[in-house]
């Protein structure tokens, strides 16, 4: 057996250290600090200036949900939870938003479309592989693709990992 479950060479106070040996704990330091590490999965509960017994109330226009990730993390996915009145079909879109007043961006292929014939329902994209910049923040823009009627958000929970 070898590092780390066991040591690689026992030494006496009088003996050179070897060079594979040096090697190999300089490696598994780096191992630590570098690579894809994760996926995570962070949940955010959601609550609006209309709140309904199960979340926010959405009754015209868009939710957006802001997502706490750290710089050079990835975003791997995302999942909204939601209940709609069996009428609309919700849309979820990730949004790359840069300073106020600027357009936002929806990176690549991140739009994700409810089933408008459900009432509880969660929206998935996966797949991503969205970096996280620095001056940027990311969340879900959640609003109808189609329909006018009410929906109500409950969570949304956020899929990442650290590179």
Known sequence: MTLPLSRNTTYSTSSPVKSNDLNDMQDRIIAQHAGVRGPYTVSFAVVG????S?????TGGAWLVPFVAEVGSRILGYRVKLID?????IRANLWKIPDPGVTPEIPGTTTGLS?????????SLTGLTVPVVSGFWYGAMIDRATGTGNFTVQAVEVDFDRV
Request: proline share 4%; glycine share 8%.
């Open 49 to 52: 200036p209309s709140t309904g």
């Open 85 to 89: 009145a069996a009428t609309n079909t």
């Open 115 to 123: 089933n408008s014939s459900a009432t509880s329902q969660t929206i």
């Open 54 to 58: 199960n979340g926010a109330l959405v």
